[in-house]
């Protein structure tokens, strides 16, 4: 069974940082994606990057909203993958969420993610 645990989040000052981690269990597929998401109240979730176990690549949503500013990493030791968050906005307040793409389309559409975490809140106060 498939378990993905996001942690990390919290609540913060604008301008501040917080690293959120997702640590996968379960795993069989040899060729998948990872990606990060954010659902903030009323809004759609939104793709924020995404991991490709193909050939490592990242990539970022074309977003002016999270460019620059957040960045995803990986530890495949520990099954686990990190978004860091810096100079964060009252805008980034959302649950933040880590989901798997068995089928490796490496996108960030929702719909195609297979399994998903149970989301991390963050709050970032003004």
């Known amino acids: 069974e498939v378990q993905l645990q996001a942690s990390g989040g919290g609540l913060v000052q604008a301008g501040g940082s917080l690293r959120l981690s997702c640590a996968a269990s379960?795993?069989?597929?040899?060729?998948?994606?990872i990606a990060w998401f954010r659902q903030a109240p009323g809004e759609e979730r939104e793709g924020i990057s995404v991991?490709?176990?193909?050939?490592?690549?990242?990539?970022?949503a074309d977003s002016d909203s999270v460019k620059g500013r957040f960045t995803m990493s990986t530890d495949n030791a520990k099954n686990t993958v990190y978004l860091q968050m810096n100079s964060l906005k009252p805008e980034d307040t959302a649950v933040y969420y880590c989901?798997?793409?068995?089928?490796?389309?490496?996108?960030?559409?929702?719909?195609?993610?297979?399994?998903w975490g149970q989301g991390t809140q963050v709050t970032v106060s003004s």
């Open positions: 379960g795993f069989t597929f040899d060729n998948y994606a």
């Open positions: 991991y490709s176990s193909k050939d490592g690549y990242i990539d970022y």
């Open positions: 989901a798997v793409d068995r089928h490796n389309l490496a996108t960030m559409v929702a719909e195609v993610y297979d399994y």
